[in-house]
């Protein structure tokens, strides 16, 4: 082709390579929790992260044999010494549906008092969640006042925005919902005098106009844009969405169709955007006889580890048994899949043949499997560079970045 020829080319598409460089730069480097834990305003401590360690690990023991027959990985070791260390990873105190309506004085001493929790975890190091926000009241007409009183609240318990504060907004219905985020955040960093860009928010997906506008439009991809650096991940929400679609009470379940259909959508959306997708929540808590006990129990490993599969690595946990099979599933699934991918990656960087013809793509995902385990804590580097002798961190990392391309 002729100089002029390259460069008409050149000058239809530098605007669409900038356009992908602005709208999809790539997964976040940050370390993405595995779960997140609501606690009601009314219930929670500086003290709730150890308190619920200390019930996981009494249902883990007087549910061991349950426990013995999900651990196939024998990792349950690993999981007693988390629940432990850090029980949680990722903790909302909530203002919302978990909270209910109260008279104003009440909450308004709840929300100072969360902020004022907030900040001491902050400040607590390696006991206390790594992740920590609120979830206040929506946007909608009859509740969004409420919502941005305990907000304000909440920011003056805390003196400020503590590092790894997120807030989580609930019931997303229009992405210019979005936009009214995106101007309170600006104002209350304003009249606080934080500084600008510091707040951070998640959406709540749980309607399905939140998935699909009257326009035919997918709401969740549209509202990942808007939000820019701000938004930080999106949350399915599992009975609002599913009561929506007129699923009845009994049928509701992250199992259900309607579920999987928005968390797919919301993966598709979110896909190399750097926001992090997360599933919703089971109501059925590890509580009442031993058979009950177990099955609850199963089934919770159950949905977690079908998450896992589905490429979705965050979830709710509503109760501290819910911890305990969080954090099997967890430490099982990434044990499982870490052998093989390292022995793909070595044949990757070793250029040797194998059963396995494995492009870029293909080894960043292998890479970011390994690095998702590393960081919950489901293996060591030394166990993966017995598999694999040049999989070391910063070798999958440096691959990660490099979009799976060796240099």
């Known amino acids: 082709m002729s100089p002029p020829a390259l460069e008409r080319i050149d000058a239809v598409l530098a605007a669409v390579d900038a356009e992908l460089l602005r709208d999809f730069p790539g997964d976040r480097t940050a370390q ?3 779960h997140t834990v609501y606690v009601s305003a009314a219930d929670a401590n500086v003290d709730t992260p150890a308190e619920w360690g200390l019930d996981a690990i009494r249902i883990a023991d007087s549910a061991h044999r349950t426990l013995d027959d999900l651990d196939g990985r024998s990792v349950l070791p690993l999981v007693l010494d988390r629940l432990a260390a850090q029980p949680i990873e990722d903790l909302r105190i909530d203002l919302e549906d978990g909270y209910g309506w109260r008279a104003d004085e009440v909450e ?23 992740v920590f926000g609120v979830r ?7 509740e969004r006042v409420r919502g941005l009183r305990s907000l304000e609240r909440v920011l003056d318990g805390a003196g400020g925005v503590p590092a790894g504060f997120v ?7 229009h992405v210019t919902q979005v936009d009214a985020v995106l101007m309170i955040c600006e104002e209350l960093e304003r009249v606080h005098g934080l500084p600008a860009g510091v707040l951070r928010f998640e959406l709540q997906i749980e309607s399905p106009q939140a998935i699909l506008g009257a326009d035919g439009r997918a709401t969740v991809a549209e509202a990942v844009h808007r939000g820019g650096a701000r938004l930080t991940g999106l949350h399915y929400g599992t009975y609002d969405y599913s009561a929506a679609c007129g699923i009845v009470s009994a049928q509701q379940s992250l199992e259900h169709p309607v579920a999987d259909h928005a968390k797919a959508v919301m993966l598709v959306a979110a896909a190399q955007t750097g926001v992090w997708i997360s599933d919703g929540s089971t109501q059925i808590a590890p509580v009442g006889t031993p058979d009950v006990i177990d099955a609850a129990l199963r089934r919770h490993h159950r949905l977690v580890t079908r998450a896992l599969e589905q490429g979705i690595y965050q979830g709710w946990d509503m109760h501290p048994g819910h911890l305990v099979t969080r954090w099997l599933a967890v430490f099982s699934f990434f044990r499982q899949a870490m052998p093989p991918a390292a022995t793909r990656l070595q044949a990757y960087f070793d250029r040797q043949s194998s059963e396995f013809i494995d492009e870029p793509a293909t080894a960043q995902s292998l890479a970011l499997v390994i690095l998702r385990g590393l960081a919950a804590g489901a293996f060591t580097e030394d166990d993966v560079l017995t598999v694999g002798s040049q999989c070391s961190k910063d070798a999958l990392v440096a691959l ?4 799976g391309v060796l240099r």
């Open 32 to 34: 993405q929790p595995v």
């Open 108 to 130: 308004d001493r709840h929300a100072r008092t969360a902020g004022e929790v907030l900040a001491r975890w902050a400040a607590a190091g390696d006991a206390a969640p790594r």
């Open 136 to 142: 206040c009241k929506g946007l909608g007409a009859s």
């Open 167 to 173: 807030v989580t907004v609930p019931k997303l219905r």
């Open 400 to 403: 990660r970045g490099s979009g």
